[in-house]
T-cell receptor, first 117, second 111 residues
Framework: GAVVSQHPSWVICKSGTSVKIECRSLDFQATTMFWYRQFPKQSLMLMATSNEGSKATYEQGVEKDKFLINHASLTLSTLTVTSAHPEDSSFYIC?????????????FGSGTRLTVV | QQQVKQSPQSLIVQKGGIPIINCAYENTAFDYFPWYQQFPGKGPALLIAIRPDVSEKKEGRFTISFNKSAKQFSLHIMDSQPGDSATYFCAASPAGNKLTFGGGTRVLVKP
């Protein structure tokens, strides 16, 4: 089945630094990837939708200059949290649509736990 | 219009019991209704999904019931096991579009 690999699985960084999270589709080409943020005991909140070769579409309230998304290839999307602060500490999850499963094939990565100290 | 409301927030059942989780939506453009299972520290994994053209779908011990007129759908976990203890999310989307998630239900199955 479709596999989405996300790295790192956890990261600790100092306040003010930037952190990059990678999301790779291993066995399919993903023209569209999604980035979510999940706070403890809460649901997944969509941050942005990225399409290969074009700018990401951000959800209302998400700072595009703070959460930089790059989808430079059909198998890789990256999320960079710039100038991270403790309030950015969260669980970040990517998802990719597998065209082989039609318009309904969403596969999720295993998530990245970001802790900003 | 885009909300998906999920209930209950948590529930506890004995092994062998049948946890039932309910979701309601408003957007009539939604035509894909998946359920995801999430364990702590992991990403969500697809359990089962349904389209509006059927009223029920079963996969193993998991059953989705769908009521299009009421705009509601539910997940039943038959013969629940302690290993089913997890957080369950319903979701919905229009064809090929982004998923909207419910608030989640934490299920605990006691041995």
């Amino acid at each position: 089945g479709a596999v989405v690999s996300q790295h790192p699985s956890w990261v600790i960084c100092k306040s003010g630094t930037s952190v990059k999270i990678e999301c790779r589709s291993l066995d399919f080409q993903a023209t569209t990837m999604f980035w979510y943020r999940q706070f403890p005991k809460q649901s997944l909140m969509l941050m942005a939708t990225s399409n290969e070769g074009s700018k990401a579409t951000y959800e209302q309230g998400v700072e595009k200059d703070k959460f930089l998304i790059n989808h430079a290839s059909l198998t890789l999307s990256t999320l960079t949290v710039t100038s991270a602060h403790p309030e950015d500490s969260s669980f970040y999850i990517c998802s990719a649509r597998d065209p082989g499963q039609g318009v309904y094939g969403y596969t999720f990565g295993s998530g990245t736990r970001l802790t900003v100290v | 219009q885009q909300q998906v409301k999920q209930s209950p927030q948590s529930l506890i059942v004995q092994k062998g019991g049948i946890p039932i989780i309910n979701c309601a939506y408003e957007n009539t453009a939604f035509d894909y209704f998946p359920w995801y299972q999430q364990f702590p520290g992991k990403g969500p994994a697809l359990l089962i999904a349904i389209r509006p053209d059927v009223s029920e779908k079963k996969e193993g011990r998991f059953t989705i019931s769908f009521n299009k007129s009421a705009k509601q759908f539910s997940l039943h976990i038959m013969d629940s096991q302690p290993g089913d203890s997890a957080t369950y999310f319903c979701a919905a989307s229009p064809a090929g579009n982004k998923l909207t998630f419910g608030g989640g239900t934490r299920v605990l199955v006691k041995p």
